[in-house]
């Protein structure tokens, strides 16, 4: 279930949401509801299947090294500073190089620049580099020799190539489309309506706008089977799986009924089933009107029992409503047995959702 504020339900209204039935199909049989990873695969993953980040744990072999590849993607996804630190320290590196290059081909490599005030020879090469690397120019110093010209010819064809991968990374990541949600740190079980549910909430941590968004929750667990122990996974319901605007948090909770995968559960049964709940998010990003996607999960141990989500609310200006996104992963203690205990509403057999 996605509920705008679960804990103020008079703000609903400020949503406007609804269910996206989406075309009739059969349910999924034992083989489809997998995700695409596969029967024989899922026995032989241990641990968890995705990272709290979204990253799968899986590997491709026989690809090679795909080093630019890796490269490329690391560039897109690290943050600013590290970016901007790196392409600075790949300059100042290649830089370096070539100034001891030049200190290697002899005293008499570089001349002139007597008047520059610079007298050790490695910051002159370096000073001479980065002129040559950023075909700014070398001032009054310049190469003496055969070897120190094809190094200034080398470095004059590098530099601009170097300053083109930099830029071309840099509108890569101006221009690339994508979602940064942030996720509770926890899912709890909590009080829902007469019975208990699990939930964890979500809030959109940039400022462009995000709508329709859609949520699914899948859980996945060892169960017996014909004397066997298996990973099976189950889909879980969700009463409100779509939304039309997300402007605030989402609070997302699955009831937990008869007909639910997770009647009965109790934190034992969860680690012995060595339970996990993948999530996957995709939305409408209006500022490039594209399908953005995020992914997470909790494993057994993510899972807080007998509390609830304490309320983000807080006071806005001119009466508008407002959260503070930094009480997001904050709970409220239960009395004990609250939720790690069954419902009774569970045990009950034709139970309305």
């Known amino acids: 279930m996605l509920t705008q504020g679960l804990h103020r339900p008079?703000?609903?209204?400020?949503?406007?949401?609804?269910?996206?039935?989406?075309?009739?199909?059969?349910?999924?049989?034992?083989?489809?509801?997998?995700?695409?990873?596969?029967?024989?695969?899922?026995?032989?993953?241990?641990?968890?299947?995705l990272t709290r980040?979204?990253?799968?744990?899986?590997?491709?072999?026989?690809?090679?090294?795909?080093?630019?590849?890796?490269?490329?993607?690391?560039?897109l996804?690290?943050?600013?500073?590290p970016f901007v630190g790196l392409v600075v320290g790949a300059m100042l590196l290649v830089n370096g190089i070539f100034a001891l290059a030049y200190v290697a081909l002899g005293a008499g490599a570089l001349q002139g620049g007597d008047g520059s005030g610079i007298d050790d020879p490695f910051?002159?090469?370096?000073?001479?580099?980065?002129?040559?690397?950023?075909?700014?120019?070398?001032?009054?110093?310049?190469?003496?020799?055969?070897?120190?010209?094809?190094?200034?010819?080398?470095e004059s064809l590098l530099g601009p190539l170097m300053f083109l991968v930099?830029?071309?990374?840099?509108?890569?990541?101006?221009?690339?489309?994508?979602?940064?949600?942030?996720?509770?740190?926890?899912?709890?079980?909590?009080?829902?309506?007469?019975?208990?549910?699990?939930?964890?909430?979500?809030?959109?941590?940039?400022?462009?706008?995000?709508?329709?968004?859609r949520i699914s929750v899948t859980l996945v667990r060892y169960e017996q089977s014909q004397g066997r122990r298996e990973r099976r996974f189950h889909q879980l319901p969700l009463e409100r799986k779509f939304v039309e605007f997300f402007p605030l948090h989402l609070t997302v909770v699955h009831p937990i009924t008869p007909d639910s995968p997770l009647r009965g559960a109790t934190p034992d049964t969860l680690r012995e089933s060595q339970a996990e709940l993948l999530i996957h998010v995709s939305a409408h990003e209006e500022t490039f009107s594209t399908t953005?996607?995020?992914?997470?999960?909790?494993?057994?141990?993510?899972?807080?029992?007998?509390?609830?989500f304490a309320s983000v609310f807080t006071s806005g200006p001119d009466g508008a409503v407002a959260i503070d996104v930094e009480r997001l992963d904050r709970i409220e203690r239960l009395a004990e047995g609250a939720t790690s205990t069954p419902a009774p509403l569970e045990s009950v057999a034709g139970s309305p959702h």
């Open 10 to 49: 008079h703000i609903i209204p400020l949503v406007s949401a609804q269910i996206d039935e989406g075309p009739r199909v059969p349910p999924p049989t034992a083989e489809e509801s997998d995700l695409g990873f596969g029967r024989v695969l899922t026995e032989q993953v241990h641990g968890r299947f």
């Open 53 to 75: 980040d979204g990253v799968f744990r899986t590997y491709r072999y026989g690809l090679g090294a795909q080093y630019a590849e890796r490269f490329y993607l690391s560039a």
């Open 77 to 81: 996804s690290a943050g600013w500073l």
């Open 123 to 154: 910051l002159r090469a370096l000073s001479f580099s980065v002129g040559v690397f950023t075909t700014n120019g070398t001032g009054a110093i310049h190469a003496v020799g055969p070897s120190a010209h094809w190094l200034v010819v080398i």
């Open 166 to 213: 930099a830029g071309g990374l840099l509108v890569a990541r101006l221009t690339r489309p994508r979602m940064r949600l942030r996720f509770s740190e926890s899912a709890v079980v909590a009080p829902y309506q007469d019975g208990r549910g699990m939930m964890f909430r979500i809030v959109n941590a940039q400022r462009g706008e995000l709508s329709a968004v």
């Open 292 to 308: 953005v996607t995020a992914r997470t999960s909790y494993l057994w141990e993510d899972i807080r029992w007998d509390a609830k």
